[in-house]
């Protein structure tokens, strides 16, 4: 099923996980998706880590998650130290395991590197593994990512996003998902820019309900995203007691949300962090 059928009959949560490092890591895990299935949502997506663990954890999570739950799974693939051999690998991999949707990313550069660097025979930007995609396994749809208030590393800001964004849509791509913002004017800007620069896909804004303030402000600061003065206002006295930010997040996110589905998105994507809670709450408010 193509990612614009799965939104045709209206508005639809998707949510997205990290793959844990731990058995019970992923145990907690598997509870969080039983929860997040009664929401009946287009699909769950799962990260991918740079080699080792976290990777093969990803790859096994994701190719169950359709049989064990019954809601399509979306595999998160990105350029970050693989060959064009390895990533067609994976995707030979994903195809065999009767995957049919793929989340295309460049992906964030490793801690220990100064700047992202290209592996030999390897991709720096996701608009050629969007391309790769379609060449090999045009079967899959394909999803990117962007960046409402523009990428960290953009030289041009928000217009280095939209151009990448109209050629990665021009290679195949037939769904974006935003990075995470608070200020929805923030979007709406954005995609009327886009819309206005050719793109038509649907863009699907990404909601990051706050449940620890200290560890968004760091997630922000690395990911550009701004936080408005408003919710710093509301966030910072009460920081250090994680059930008054929990409550203050949700009710910001459910009124962030409820915004967002009177300006005709077709969806909300949610950064779960791997919990279940927020999502529902907010969720049953908005009666989706």
Partial sequence: MKFKQLYQQGPRLSCEFFPPKTD????????????????????????????????????????????????????????????????????????????????????????????FQVEKSGFAHATALVRLIAKTHADFAVAVATYPEGHPESKHGLDDDI??????????????????????????RFRDKAVAAGVNLPIIPGIMPILNFTQIKRFSAMCGTSIPVSLHDKMTPVEDDLDAVKAIGIAVATAQCADLLKHDVAGLHFYTLNKADATCQIVKVLGL
């Fill in 24 to 115: 019970q890591g992923e145990k907690n895990l598997w509870r969080c998706l039983d929860e997040l299935k009664k929401l009946d949502p287009a699909y769950f997506s799962v990260t991918y880590g740079a080699g080792g663990s976290t990777q093969d954890r990803t790859k096994n999570i994701v190719t169950q998650i359709k049989e064990r739950t019954g809601v399509e799974a979306v595999a998160h693939l990105t350029c970050v130290g693989s060959s064009s051999e390895q990533l067609g690998a994976l995707l030979d991999d994903y195809a065999q395991a009767g995957m049919t949707h793929i989340l295309a990313l460049r992906g964030d550069k490793p801690e220990d590197q100064a700047s």
């Fill in 163 to 188: 151009r990448y964004l109209k050629m990665k849509q021009d290679e195949g791509a037939t769904l974006a998902i935003t990075q995470y913002f608070f200020d929805n004017e923030v979007f709406y």
